[in-house]
């Protein structure tokens, strides 16, 4: 990541409500996406649109708790697929 993008990266985190462990899984997953074409996209949405943050930072937040009661990506790709499924029932 360039010292730029860190510079971003933490600018955006300072507002995030999270616990210092969260935000620093928040600088890997980053991080591990700084290489993207669309990285400055991404970066850019979140810094105009503070709500997608925040509602960013709550799903990072809920997969945390949910793998850490022991449960697995799998588990938690069908509890997103459930979920899915149950809010597209809603808008029809």
């Known amino acids: 990541m360039s010292p ?5 990266i933490e ?7 999270m616990d210092g ?3 620093e899984l928040m600088r890997r997953f980053f991080d ?5 074409p669309q ?3 991404i970066i850019s949405l979140l810094e105009r649109f503070p709500s997608v943050l925040e509602n ?13 009661q022991g449960k697995s ?9 459930v979920e899915d499924n149950a809010l597209s029932k809603l808008g029809e």
């Open 73 to 81: 990506e799998s588990e938690w790709d069908e509890f997103l697929a």
């Open 4 to 8: 730029e993008q860190s510079v971003q």
């Open 11 to 17: 600018a955006l985190l300072v507002k995030a409500e």
């Open 56 to 68: 960013f930072c709550k799903c990072f937040a809920l997969k945390k708790e949910f793998l850490a």
């Open 32 to 36: 591990s996406i700084a290489g993207q």
């Open 39 to 41: 990285f400055t996209r």
């Open 21 to 23: 462990s969260s935000k």
